[in-house]
């Protein structure tokens, strides 16, 4: 087995490098990164937890909604240009929670940290590896979200060493500049070993929005993904040979 993942991996290792770095420096914009620093931000902004939870909460909630046009954008655009906009867009939003100083401000922060970090690097790094692979796809998939535990492991102890060294915003603005300094150079790198047929053209093959809602395969894999603690391989509903045949 493992041999076949090294396999898979040298067979596109520079694109390897784009889709992982798209996981793994989505960091700023998880939860499991941000939650660390609420204790610091509560008690600089003089806001209680809950305050933050619910403006937390509901800028996730409204960032969700977005994620359809990014996934648009992703199908239709340039490779190329969806990054130096998911980029561009990502760094601007870490630099604004880093300097915000009322609620206002940090629901803005919030909204484009999880909808360009939490949503965009990620979907972007996904989408692009299903459509890179036709075989292996599934393993490809793994190794890209190998971004996700390699994150965990290191930015959370950047962050609590930023915190006791320079605070939480200078952390937040050092996050910030990893984006530009780091992620964008890797991304565009790997990103050269993806061609895409007509890349520079709308896609027509794409269905609309209006079709994938209401197609049987989309509604019953929202039930999995709602549900998932009631997924069962025993249940026809929720059977891999009902959903995927």
């Not at 299903?130 to 930015?155: D, V």
């Amino acid at each position: 087995m493992i041999n076949h993942y090294i396999s898979v991996f040298c067979n596109a290792p520079q694109f390897f490098i784009f889709s992982i770095s798209g996981i793994f420096f989505s960091a700023p914009g998880q939860t499991f990164l941000i939650s660390l620093a609420i204790p610091a931000i509560c008690q600089s902004l003089q806001i209680s937890a809950m305050e933050f939870a619910s403006v937390y909460s509901i800028a996730t909630v409204m960032a969700s909604f977005f994620l359809p046009i990014i996934g648009k954008a992703i199908d239709r655009w340039p490779l190329k240009r969806t990054l130096l906009l998911n980029a561009s867009l990502f760094f601007l939003s870490i630099m604004t929670f880093s300097l915000q100083t009322n609620l206002v401000l940090l629901f803005i922060a919030l909204f484009f940290m999880r909808l360009f970090g939490q949503g965009a690097l990620t979907l972007t790094a996904t989408s692009i590896t299903i459509k890179k692979f036709r075989t292996n796809r599934g393993s490809a998939l793994s190794l890209t979200q190998l971004g996700y535990p390699l994150s965990e492991f290191i930015y959370p102890s950047l962050l609590v060493f930023g915190l006791s060294l320079l605070g939480w915003r200078f952390t937040f603005i050092t996050l910030a500049l990893f984006i530009p300094l780091l992620y964008l150079p890797l991304s565009w790198y790997g990103s050269m070993d993806y061609k895409k047929t007509n890349e520079n053209q709308v896609d027509q093959s794409s269905k609309s929005l209006k079709f994938v809602l209401r197609d049987p395969f989309f509604s019953n894999l929202c039930r999995v993904f709602i549900h998932p603690t009631n997924y069962d391989d025993r249940c026809p509903l929720f059977s891999n040979d009902y959903l995927f045949k």
